[in-house]
């Protein structure tokens, strides 16, 4: 839970002052992406607890990231121009909503070590549309960490879960995250160009409001 709640933490404060060109660029559209845990330890029963799709829906500069679990629905918002955005979770009958100003998210960001992108030549196509290599380098608690991301030219890169990765200047349709030894493998399995509600980036009624303030001092006893 603690991993998931890290990789939407990761999806939040990618809401960063990155400015992209938008000629050319797909500015509304629907991204269902694949979630798997490559060489995963756990047994049957926890890995049936892991959410196994991720939906990304993106207009303009707004971005809703959901992930759906058997205990509840994860959403994350994020308004890129503004570099803010909050989390909805659902979860067990609870439902709450976490927003998160300018200044938290420079704070997270801050606080993380600071990646190395190493682009490459190699190319691939993921959901129909052509994608670059790269491989990213960070600090983790285990020491110097790497995996491969392929990101695609096409959409918006600061609607991307790292438009924080300087030198890497596209949305990522391919990628993992690895927290303690343990990774999670997200791949895009569509890409449909739509028109999205505005209704998709606003806080719904019957969510209990809280800042990210609030909720890192009620998480200090977590470990």
Request: charged share 25%; hydrophobic share 40%; net charge neutral.
């Amino acid at each position: 839970m603690k991993k998931l709640f890290s990789f939407l933490l990761l999806s939040l404060a990618a809401s960063t002052t990155l400015l992209a060109q938008w000629e050319n660029k797909i500015m509304q559209c629907k991204v269902v992406f694949d979630i798997s845990y490559p060489n995963s330890k756990m047994d049957k029963q926890s890995l049936a607890m892991l959410p196994t799709e991720s939906v990304v829906y993106m207009k303009g500069q707004m971005s809703r990231t959901e992930v759906n679990m058997p205990v509840g629905t994860n959403v994350v918002i994020s308004d890129h121009k503004l570099g803010e955005g909050f989390m909805l979770l659902d979860m067990m009958g609870k439902r709450m909503a976490i927003t998160m100003n300018q200044a938290d998210v420079q704070a997270e960001r801050s606080s993380q070590p600071k990646p190395v992108v190493k682009n490459s030549s190699d190319t691939k196509t993921i959901a129909g549309h052509t994608c670059k290599k790269a491989t990213v380098t960070q600090e983790g608690k285990d020491g110097k960490v790497s995996f491969d991301v392929w990101y695609t030219e096409d959409l918006l890169p600061n609607n991307s879960f790292a438009s924080t990765l300087e030198g890497l200047d596209g949305f990522m349709l391919e990628f993992e995250t690895i927290e303690n030894g343990a990774s999670m493998k997200m791949t895009a399995r569509s890409i449909e160009l739509m028109n999205i509600e505005d209704s998709k980036f606003i806080i719904p009624e019957g969510y209990e409001r809280t800042t990210w303030k609030e909720m890192k001092q009620g998480m200090q006893g977590i470990k």
